[in-house]
């Protein structure tokens, strides 16, 4: 008896929620075809949380100006938007219509031909940009995203933990003390010895290679040469490669992934003296990494491989919007891509408030780039990034830049984790990248 | 159930020695402690889902939250669409279900109460389909799928393996027990094949439906491989989806995480507690028979 | 007059009830099962062209590292948990299965639960506990003075690897009790109370009777279990990514991985059809075997 209301009772929920399926999607389909009818125009934007702080900062002004445009945000991890960006591109999707991608992985999605062709509309800012920016957006002369924030890598660092190693912590003495790479190294040591401080965070076996990879990119070196050949077992990039290790082997660096909790934490409480990062963590620093630690912080220009190096800096991500080659509203997205980027006022707030560094460079005469930052104690730190960028190697990323990234992160793995020789393993991981990539 | 108390009532009564008592205290501790070990990582779910972010990773460990964060919770109704993503899973698993049940159990009451040509045959097909994992196949499905239009849509996580060989055969075996005698009164008194298996066959099964029923429904409420791979816009995300979707972001909200896990399992836990007879003796009956 | 239709619905109706099955069947199981075979032959990004290659693709799974490499974690993975599941799981079906035990349905519903809990909220917790120098087990460790220093749980591959196997023991336990608690209910009582009136200990009961004859349901738990290390794909997704160095890449999530982020739709195909065989074989060899010892 008991068994036969139980049953029911479960039949009976499978009807109702059959019911208000039927009746509810009915009802989804009439507000899809009522859409066209007024004149409103829904944009859907994939992003990740962190950027699309700066959009909100101007969202209410963008409204003001196009009443009829309304935007929905898709929040997701970038690696979850990339991938299913690349599906949906595949699947001819016309949602969504707008993606913000990382000038990392732009060229990967330039390369399958699914996003829109933007050159005429960008072509009024050819020379407002950053000139490295446009060329990750770019195949076979068209553009096909709008650059947004620039990466160059200064050194962030924390005066205190320089002073308790008895080192000095003004910018100016400190980017005097630590000139090279071998002088970062150097200092590492002394504040692990004085202090029981790490210089930085990365994984062993979880990095995401940045570190590597902006010490490579400062020297003009990258995973492919200029000719398009793989170049990890090039010597001077095997040399790179080992002195990285040489840190780890020296201690001095805390093992822990980007960004999670205990990375994070290391930093909140003090135990990691620099960041060789992108400008791009001036909003992370004090919004989320280490917002307690308001005038702790300062920022030098990041170490050279040799001072005799042509150039001083690196670009480290950096983002971009583009849009969907399927979307039905093309003209509405490029005026919304157009009002955050292409905007001086949007882009001054964004440094402003959000802490990301414009590739417009029509902003930079803006006193906001020469005003003191009171997070890094008063320090007009915008000036160290614009100098950086200005030094920065021009080189791309390049479309097979995903996957050398990740055969590399497997490499350093092997190398932490068995005592792998470097150069061995650089080779064997250079020739993995040839079969993958068809390249010499 | 009943030969349990058989048993009770023959078994041999003697007093306990105190070897026994023993060995009765061992037989306990050992179930307590699985028995917490199971519950544990359920235990430290809901402990975490309450807590600030920067108390999920105390050490020492925080192990009640001091100031319980009900936000939590509500922040994934109003920030994250957890209504949506909970509509979303139960119209897939129900209906799900209740497709899965309806065909397995029209096949399933065809090969045991019918005679008809290459039968034999037919089943050895309903059971080698067993032997292809689903997951072999993802690939060429994503390109079906694609070209029904059932990427990004429910139904394409609902059609998926609706008609299982596995509840063929289990609604075979129960359909066997039917009396024949019942089938053939209807049929003489004009009842069509399939009046009599809505009014004769469906009732005189419920047991099963019900066994078979929640099975799926929890297979199927925690499903995620192929919704990952069908459902790719958020608004169309299962539980399953959204907690993952939300680990994704500079800072894992872990906190949130917890909560999201601890709002996926509770209709299951619900739905186990009420039907726990049907969903263990179901899986029971399964292996038996199988 | 109607009986013309009466017997025609009385004829086709098995064929009728059985075609949704046969439908869905050819549709979205036998037709994908024969595609993936051409999809094999072809490199083909996911977009509109697809290029013949031969048998290249398979050439190269033949030689990938990665693949073999995935394979062997599906088997060590089995082995680390399920010797110790098949012993437990038939310990504690046994002891719910005798007399004296009270509380059974609290006991078995409990340990059931696990089973039940979404897989990615299970996953979940289990990284929290295990993540670093902070998470709940190395504290534990730790403070009961077992271990100086945290062990890597999700970052060193032999590690890595029992993580996964750990949680797929938690999930499982209770599940397999489930199945050697109806197979010893299915066993006759009067083979056990002549045991006892030979004067036979539990113990012999459990070696000499009990466990012959559960020889085929855990026959079947063995099945079971090996296709689904084989076949894990969210456990080792959310707890490492498969990593370290590939340590907990099943073949499952390495072709998620080829496809759906890779984009070598073909080249995975081929995996899939690699690891299809293989399971076959693997099945194949495991009945066999069972079916010799009898």
């Known amino acids: 008896m008991k068994q036969r209301w139980k049953s029911s009772l479960f039949l009976l929920m499978a009807v109702i929620l059959l019911l208000s399926a039927c009746s509810s999607g009915s009802s989804n389909n009439n507000g899809g075809s009522g859409e066209s009818k007024d004149e409103k125009v829904k944009l859907v934007v994939w992003i990740w949380d962190s950027a699309q702080i700066g959009l909100d900062l101007n969202m209410d002004a963008f409204k003001a100006e196009n009443p009829n445009i309304e935007i929905e945000y ?13 599906i949906a591109a595949n699947t001819g999707d016309k949602v969504p219509d707008i993606i913000a991608v990382e000038s990392s992985n732009l060229a990967q999605m330039v390369n399958i031909d699914s996003l829109y062709d933007l050159s005429d509309k960008v072509a009024p800012y050819k020379d407002k940009i950053v000139p490295f920016k446009w060329e990750d957006a ?20 924390r005066k205190d933990i320089f002073e308790a190693a008895g080192l000095p912590s003004d910018p100016e003495a400190v980017a005097d003390r ?7 190294k150097e200092v590492g040591n002394i504040i692990k010895e004085k202090t029981g401080n790490s210089m930085f965070q990365d994984s062993k076996t979880r990095s995401n290679n940045r570190f590597f990879e902006t010490m490579m990119w400062q020297r003009g070196l990258w995973y492919f040469d200029k000719d398009g050949n793989v170049s990890l077992d090039d010597p001077k990039v095997v040399e790179t490669a080992e002195f990285y290790a040489s840190m780890v082997k020296d201690g001095i660096v805390n093992d822990a992934e980007a960004f999670s909790e205990s990375w994070l934490n290391a930093f909140a409480d003090g135990k990691v003296a620099t960041i060789v990062g992108a400008a791009w963590y001036e909003g992370l620093l004090e919004n989320m990494i280490d917002p307690d630690s308001a005038g702790k912080w300062g920022v030098a220009p990041m170490p050279k491989w040799s001072v005799e190096d042509p150039y001083a800096s690196a670009n480290d991500g950096g983002s971009n919007l583009a849009i969907n080659a399927n979307s039905k509203h093309p003209e509405e997205a490029w005026k919304f891509i157009e009002f955050m980027l292409g905007n001086e006022e949007s882009q001054v707030k964004m440094m402003k408030d959000a802490g990301s560094l414009p590739s417009l460079t029509t902003t930079y005469e803006d006193a906001v780039f020469s005003e003191p930052v009171e997070y890094f104690g008063g320090q007009p730190v915008r000036k160290v990034y614009t100098q950086a960028l200005e030094q920065i190697a021009p080189q791309s990323y390049t479309v097979d830049f995903p996957v050398a990234n990740q055969l590399t992160k497997n490499a350093f793995a092997e190398i932490f984790l068995n005592n792998a020789s470097v150069a061995d393993t650089l080779k064997k991981t250079a020739d993995e990248l040839r079969s993958r990539t068809s390249r010499k | 159930m009943s030969s349990a108390t058989i048993t009770a009532t023959t078994s041999p009564k003697k007093s306990p020695k105190p070897r026994d008592l023993f060995n009765k205290g061992l037989a306990y501790l050992f179930l307590i402690v699985l028995t917490f070990a199971s519950l544990f990582p359920l235990l430290w779910m809901i402990s975490s889902s309450l807590k600030e972010r920067r108390d999920v990773f105390l050490n020492p460990p925080m192990w009640i939250p001091t100031d319980p964060q009900w936000d939590n919770f509500t922040q994934l109704f109003t920030e994250r669409a957890f209504d949506t993503v909970l509509y979303n899973s139960f119209f897939i698993a129900i209906l799900h279900t209740a497709l899965a049940l309806f065909f397995c159990t029209l096949a399933g009451y065809a090969f045991a109460k019918y005679t008809f040509k290459f039968q034999s045959i037919l089943f050895g097909i309903v059971l080698a389909s067993m032997m292809v994992p689903s997951e072999t196949t993802i690939i060429p499905m994503f390109e079906i799928y694609r070209a029904f239009g059932l990427i990004d849509n429910p139904w394409g996580v609902i059609v998926a393996n609706v008609a299982s060989a596995f509840g063929i055969f289990f609604m075979r075996q129960y359909s066997a027990g039917i009396h024949t005698e019942m ?23 419920r047991p099963a439906l019900a066994s078979l029923g929640i099975i799926t429904f929890v297979n199927q409420w ?7 791979i069908v459902l790719r816009s958020p608004g169309e995300q299962t539980i399953s989806l959204a907690i993952r979707t939300l680990e994704s972001g500079a800072r894992t909200p872990y906190e949130l995480i917890m909560a999201g896990s601890v709002i996926s399992i509770i209709p299951l836990l619900i739905i186990v507690l009420l039907f726990q007879k049907q969903l263990i003796g179901g899986l029971m009956d399964g292996a038996v028979k199988g | 007059m109607a009986s013309k239709w009466w017997r025609w619905q009385q004829k086709s109706a098995p064929y009728l009830f059985i075609s949704p099955f046969f439908i869905l069947f050819s549709v979205f199981l036998f037709y994908p099962f024969l595609y993936s075979f051409y999809l094999s032959l072809v490199e083909w990004n996911g977009g509109k062209t697809k290029t013949y290659v031969g048998l290249d693709n398979f050439s190269r799974v033949l030689h990938d590292e990665v693949f073999w490499l995935s394979i062997g974690n599906g088997l060590i993975i089995m082995v680390m948990y399920v010797p110790l599941l098949l012993l437990l799981a038939t310990l504690v079906a046994v002891l719910l299965n005798s007399n004296g035990v009270k509380g059974k349905g609290f006991f078995r519903m409990s340990l059931f639960t696990p089973n ?3 897989v990615v909220a299970v996953a979940f917790v289990f990284s929290i506990m295990l993540n670093g120098d902070n998470g709940l087990i190395n504290v534990i460790l730790k403070q009961l003075g077992l271990i100086d220093a945290s062990i890597l749980w999700l970052d060193s591959p032999f590690w890595a690897r029992v993580s996964v196997a750990a949680m797929v023991f938690y999930r499982w336990l209770g599940y397999n009790m489930i199945l050697i608690l109806a197979g010893l209910q299915n066993i006759p009582k009067d083979i056990y109370e002549s045991a006892y009136v030979d004067g036979a200990t539990p113990f012999q009961v459990l070696i000499r009777i009990t466990l012959p004859l559960l020889k085929k ?9 090996t296709l689904g290390s084989f076949g894990l794909f969210t456990e080792p997704l959310v707890l490492t990514k498969g990593g370290p160095l590939n340590s907990t890449t099943t073949p499952v999530l390495l072709i998620y991985q080829e496809s759906f982020t890779n984009l070598n739709f073909g080249y995975a195909s081929a995996i899939a059809i690699m690891f299809f065989f293989l399971m076959m074989i693997f ?9 010799d010892n009898d």
Request: proline share 4%; net charge neutral; aromatic share 16%.
């Open chain 3, 283 to 291: 099945t194949f060899i495991q009945m066999r075997v069972t079916r």
């Open chain 3, 116 to 118: 039940i809990m979404a």
């Open chain 1, 138 to 157: 770019t195949k076979d002369g068209k553009v096909y995203a709008m650059p947004w924030d620039s990466g160059p890598v200064v050194m962030y660092y």
């Open chain 2, 222 to 228: 925690n499903n995620f491989l192929w919704p990952l």
């Open chain 1, 178 to 184: 630590i000139k090279t790479f071998e002088d970062y």
């Open chain 3, 217 to 225: 349901i855990l026959v079947f738990c063995v099945i079971l279990s």
């Open chain 2, 183 to 205: 089938l053939e009164a209807s049929r003489i008194d004009g009842c069509s094949e399939f009046r009599i298996f809505t009014s004769i066959v469906l009732p005189n099964l």
């Open chain 1, 74 to 86: 898709q929040l997701m991890g970038q690696t979850d938007l990339y991938q299913k960006y690349l």
